[in-house]
């Protein structure tokens, strides 16, 4: 069978827990727990309701304590597009202005790892400029031990689906430049735990740590923790003994001798970025959406408010991610709290098969593979323009400053 027909998620917390061991749980992986991190639209509104960008700057790299931390904690929701990087962005305009500045750069930061995967596609799973070490099978999880800074980054990471940026840069170098193990097995690691997990954000941050797009490793020693997180220092069972004590080794790639030209160049922008305005062919009978698309604020759904709305769990590719049952709860959440405002139909199997039967529906293009590849085998009746912060351009996309530079340089 392609599809098969699931019951609306409920919305409270006991019932959506249900529900996903129930109709998904052999497709997850960990304990059916769900994140401290609702997922859904209401949670999404008060959360940016409830960021104020004030001392960001300052605090952004805080870990520990908990109050030092400065991070927003809206990456799950933007990554599902719950809240729009247009929609932050403009949220934070009236705080101060050193603050407003460093947390836009950081959405931008988010832009520009959407708009590399966007254009590079599954060419991201390959380090992009300089060799260094794809994959490599890790033994026991270097994460898993009895120093501090990483055993409770782990299990954070484990128990509630996220990790401040610090904390992601102390695992990731750890994996990468102290242990030497391919990058691919720990992005997939995270991208099975994250709830903000995307291949976009999540693969460009490996391949940042590990130097295989600026040609610099990340460094993580006990210095980092000391300045972010200092009482993990003060309470580790190994912290006389500490395996962080000083930096790695000093590792520097060599260029890749063959570097893919579209890193450089972008002969079809509009492949890329999608369209500028509606594009409209047909009557669509439903809206299809995914998990990039889940906010009440998606363009098709807009456009078409008496529609249907579509969204099918996609059996093959779950059961070879293995997600955490959090990420899975989360996603249930978001369709159980949509579900309120709109006729939301719910599948689980073949995607293309299932909207096959659907009939025509509207999207909103979406700048991922997968989206791609679907949409080419369904009818799309109307295709409408992704949110982007700034359309991409075709100029260089060799780092984030060359990516920034270029935008400025076609203004």
Known sequence: MSRTPLPAPPADTDGVVDWVSHHLGDLASGDPTPSPTRGGQAAADAALDGFDVTGYARRRNGVLPLSARGASRLSPYIRHGLLTLPRVYEHVKSGPASDVEKFRDELLWQEYARQLYARMGSATRASLRFAVRDEY??????????????????????????????????????????????????????????????????????QWTVGALTGKPYGFSRWQVEKRAPELCRRCPVSDACPIQDWPEDQRPEPRSMVDPRMRRDDDVEATAGPIDPRVEGRP???????????????????????????VFDDALLRRLRLSFARLTFLAEA?????????????????????????????????????????????????YPWPWLRRPHGGSITSFTAWSKSRASRR
């Open 285 to 311: 009978e439903a809206v299809w959406i995914t998990a990039e698309s889940l906010g009440r604020d998606d363009p098709a759904m807009t456009a078409h408010a008496d529609l249907p709305v579509v969204f």
């Open 335 to 383: 369709l159980a709290d949509l579900s309120l405002e709109r006729q939301v139909q719910t599948y689980r199997g073949n995607v293309s098969e299932t909207l096959a039967d659907v009939g025509p529906v509207a999207a909103t293009f979406t700048p991922v593979p997968g989206w791609r590849r679907i949409s080419a085998r369904v009818t799309i009746a109307a295709t």
């Open 137 to 206: 099978p890790p033994g026991e999880n270097p994460w898993d031990v009895e120093a501090s800074c990483l055993q409770e980054s782990w299990r954070e990471l484990v128990d509630t689906g996220y990790l401040t940026n610090q904390a992601r840069m102390w695992l990731s170098s750890h994996w990468t430049v102290r242990q030497g193990w391919g990058w691919r097995d720990g992005e997939d690691l995270f991208f099975r735990h994250l709830l903000d997990g995307s291949r976009a954000a999540n693969r460009s941050g490996w």
